[in-house]
């Protein structure tokens, strides 16, 4: 079983649920986001998503945009991920996953990037880009050593979430809406969507992200997923303010606070 499954289950078992947050690597100051991330840690978050820079990030946001190309300007790549990643597994076990897209990866080299990331300390890899059908061709033998996790959408028909919850590993990455990351949620969430994936998904775990930005759009989702994914509301927060970010800190806090039975 992975790293991220376990972490999850474990928290599942205790009547939990998981709280994965996603960072851009590097932003806001390159010189002081190890810290950061371990803060994050330390704040409540489970699991930790590291987004590669990338200057046109078809999944994202205005606000996870704009943090990915102050990145870039500061000189972070991929190299200087993994080299956060390093540091970051210095003082703690948590799991670590890195978002990044097809383009830079395939320009880094796919041999040598599943090496870098499985030596670094990485535990799994979100690639929007590569369809679940095209995985086998562009990820190949090399990364048998992490778990790579696919996305559904509410427009995912049950017999395709039936196959990437056979394909993926450590989790489902369940979109809660239609869209990019950074929309807030409609005044009702797709209920009808969030209940065929509990029905659908056995073999993985599942968590759901896009829009989720307080404690009560967290318990909204709750009853259906395993655990959340929050990003582009830690960004906007991050753009905001200074170090030591105690506000950011705090809201991840609340946000695991809610996630609590």
Do not use: W
């Amino acid at each position: 079983m992975s790293v991220i499954k376990n972490q999850i289950k474990a928290i599942n078992d205790k009547g939990d649920k998981a709280l994965s947050i996603f960072l851009t690597s590097g932003f806001p100051n390159k010189k002081n986001f190890t810290e950061l991330a371990l803060n994050i840690f330390n704040a409540g978050a489970d699991i930790l998503e590291i987004g590669i820079p990338f200057s046109d990030p078809i999944a994202d946001g205005s606000v996870i945009q704009k943090s990915s190309q102050l990145a870039l300007k500061n000189g972070i790549n991929i190299s200087a991920t993994f080299e956060y990643v390093q540091e970051i597994r210095k003082f703690s076990a948590k799991p670590i996953l890195l978002m990044g897209y097809a383009n830079p990866i395939l320009a880094y080299g796919i041999e040598r990037f599943a090496k870098d990331s499985y030596y670094s300390g990485v535990n799994g890899l979100i690639i929007p880009d590569i369809p679940v059908n095209e995985q086998k061709v562009f990820y190949k033998n090399h990364f048998n050593n992490l778990d790579i996790i696919s996305l559904i959408a509410p427009t995912t028909p049950v017999n395709r979430i039936e196959m990437i919850d056979e394909k993926s590993s450590g989790f489902v990455y369940c979109v809660s809406i239609n869209g990019i990351t950074g929309i807030n949620f409609d005044k009702e969430i797709n209920e009808n969507y969030l209940k065929t994936i509990k029905n659908t998904i056995t073999k993985n775990k599942t968590l759901v992200g896009f829009g989720i930005s307080s404690p009560n759009d967290a318990k909204k989702v709750l009853p259906y997923c395993d655990g959340i994914i929050v990003g582009s509301v830690i960004i906007k927060s991050l753009l905001k303010e200074k170090p030591p970010y105690q506000k950011t800190l705090n809201l991840v806090s609340e946000l695991k606070n809610s996630l609590i039975n």
